[in-house]
């Protein structure tokens, strides 16, 4: 049997998952396949931050994930601690209860993976995305114009999809990767941990406490983490493999430790399993062969500390996707696509490097000293390498607080409260349906004009002005928060991110505007655009 899609996904978890649901929500049907039957119920991501938020309120996802965090009880800070019934000797409040709203609509949400990878999978389906679990990738061959994947279905049956393009998102041990010969660059493993699953109350010995995780101090110094439900967790310890393995964490081994570290009885514990992992820290040598595109864990892995791993994998798809929607709806040429490895690249190194920071406690390697950026800075404020510039020697960092950033390009759309009209409430609201927007100074028809006969059709931009007056609730004016003038204006791309910037009017603002639309679409666009969508792609 063979079929021929669009786009094939190569994994279900939440960051395959969000690329089928980005595409779907923009008019174009991929194919998900997942090696597994279902959801895994292990403990992973539990905390996702604004950017992460922006993408999914972009597709109508975000209200559904808010309302799974309201079920269960709100978290706000972490601690050391002696037990977790015991005395909080030193805590520090998460991210998540930063207060983002000068800079965001969205705040971060407090959900546990599993509970949002469900909220991202009913969509993706509801939009049309073909999410197949219990099938397994067993090849995949590319070619200059298609890739062709082999693939067991639930039944055991051989199906043969070709693709347009092949998306994988694998995990760290990616099996996509491994074939194409791509490395990997970094540290590696820091740390060996071995992880013990368990069952317990836990609203006793947090006694009304608002507590997301916790650190133990000695002997364990143990990493406990549960979900939202304070019914199930984890705990896991350093070990050194040179002096001890696995198999020295017996059964009653195991329940001491989990018992220390909880100050729980045994009696109270029920031990759900154990697994070895090493807390590792590199990203791959290239996001990119030809048609096939890593993301997530298959092309970064971070150390759990700052929560940066699933929202990166996210933040992949959701800059991936937005090219590949505008490459195969023939609004974009196919160029486009090879500024996905630098753009996400340069980022995978950063966040792999401020999660390595975050960890070196637990490192039992040298971690290289760099300045610790806030998580903000990280998750937020970063800005996307332009043109040939070189990441290492740019003028402007790479990445900063977000509310510093004023409409640079490579950076994300900033922020601005609307008051009313078009339905949104921000700026970022105003970016649609995969197409790029021409967001003008309140004094700025010329560009608009320039806009209209660029594409006059309204296939792939939109134009917005910006007002003149702050709404209430605003800090600044919107043209200053944005970085032009009255009669100046932003291009942005469907991803949220700054493509061009015009502080100010211009002479000829078709030639300008013309310019930077051929350079934001790889010499798509208004000038040079194919003719239509490929035959593989259901547009909308």
């Known amino acids: 049997m063979s079929e021929h899609v669009p786009v094939l996904i190569v994994g279900g978890s939440v ?94 949400a407090f959900v546990k993976q599993a509970d949002l990878e469900e909220v991202v999978r009913a969509h993706a389906r509801a939009a ?61 493993t820091v740390a060996h941990l071995m992880e013990f699953g368990f069952e317990a109350d836990l609203r006793p010995a947090l006694d009304g406490r608002r507590l997301a995780l916790a650190f133990t101090a000695e002997p364990d110094h143990a990493f406990l983490s549960w979900d939202t439900t304070w019914r199930r967790g984890a705990v896991s310890v350093a070990y050194d493999p040179a002096t001890t393995g696995p198999e020295a964490f017996d059964d009653l081994r195991r329940l001491e430790i989990v018992s220390r570290a909880l100050g729980l009885p ?27 595109f890593l993301l997530g864990d298959a092309v970064h892995v971070t150390p759990p500390t700052g929560g940066f791993g699933a929202n990166t ?40 490097e401020q999660a390595l920071l975050r960890a070196r406690d637990r490192a039992r390697v040298p971690i290289e000293d760099r300045p610790l950026l806030s998580e903000a800075a990280v998750t937020l404020g970063y800005r996307y390498p332009q043109g040939d510039e070189d ?68 296939t792939f931009l939109d134009t917005a002005p910006l007002p003149r007056h702050p709404a209430p609730q605003a800090r600044t004016r919107p043209t200053d928060a944005c970085g032009i003038g009255d009669r100046g204006a932003l291009l942005v791309r469907p991803d949220h991110v700054v493509a061009w910037r015009g502080p100010q009017a211009v002479p000829d603002a078709l030639a300008v505007l013309g310019a930077a639309l051929r350079e934001a679409l790889a010499g798509g666009g208004a000038d040079d655009r194919p003719a239509g969508p490929e035959p593989s792609v259901t547009a909308r």
């Open 266 to 292: 045994p009696s109270a514990i029920a031990l759900t399993g154990s697994r070895n992992w090493q807390m590792d820290g590199w990203v791959a040598d290239s996001y990119r062969r030809g048609r096939v």
């Open 313 to 352: 994998g996210i933040q992949d798809a959701w800059n991936l996707t937005a090219k590949l929607v505008s490459v195969l709806r023939g609004h974009a040429g196919p160029r486009l696509l090879d500024a996905y490895d630098k753009e996400r690249h340069a980022i995978g190194r950063i966040t792999v």
């Open 15 to 108: 960051v395959g998952a969000s690329a089928a649901l980005f595409l779907a929500a923009r008019g174009i049907t991929p194919v998900l396949v997942e090696k597994h039957p279902g959801i895994s119920t292990r403990l992973r991501a539990k905390l996702f931050y604004p950017r992460t938020m922006e993408a999914y309120r972009a597709v109508g996802a975000a209200d559904d994930v808010y309302a799974v965090e309201r079920r269960h009880p709100p978290a706000d800070h972490a601690a050391l601690v002696t037990s977790l019934a015991g005395p909080e000797l030193r805590s520090w409040p998460l991210p998540a209860a930063r207060d983002v709203s000068a800079v965001s609509p969205c705040r971060s």
């Open 128 to 188: 049309g995305a073909d999410l197949r679990f219990g099938h397994r990738l067993l090849g995949l061959r590319p070619y200059d114009d298609h890739v062709s994947a082999l693939v067991r279905d639930a039944d055991g049956v051989l199906r043969t999809i070709t693709a347009d393009y092949l998306l994988a998102a694998d995990g760290n041990a990616s099996a996509v990767r491994e074939s194409l010969g791509i490395g990997r660059t970094g540290p590696g």
């Open 391 to 458: 990441p290492a020697t740019a003028g402007l960092p790479l990445a900063d607080e977000p509310e510093r950033w004023r409409g640079e390009p490579g950076t994300r759309l900033p922020h601005v409260p609307l008051a009313g009209g078009r339905g949104a409430a921000s700026t970022l609201d105003l970016v649609r349906d995969g197409r790029h927007l021409l967001l003008v100074g309140p004094d700025g028809e010329d560009w608009t004009r320039a806009a209209r006969r660029l594409d006059p059709h309204g």
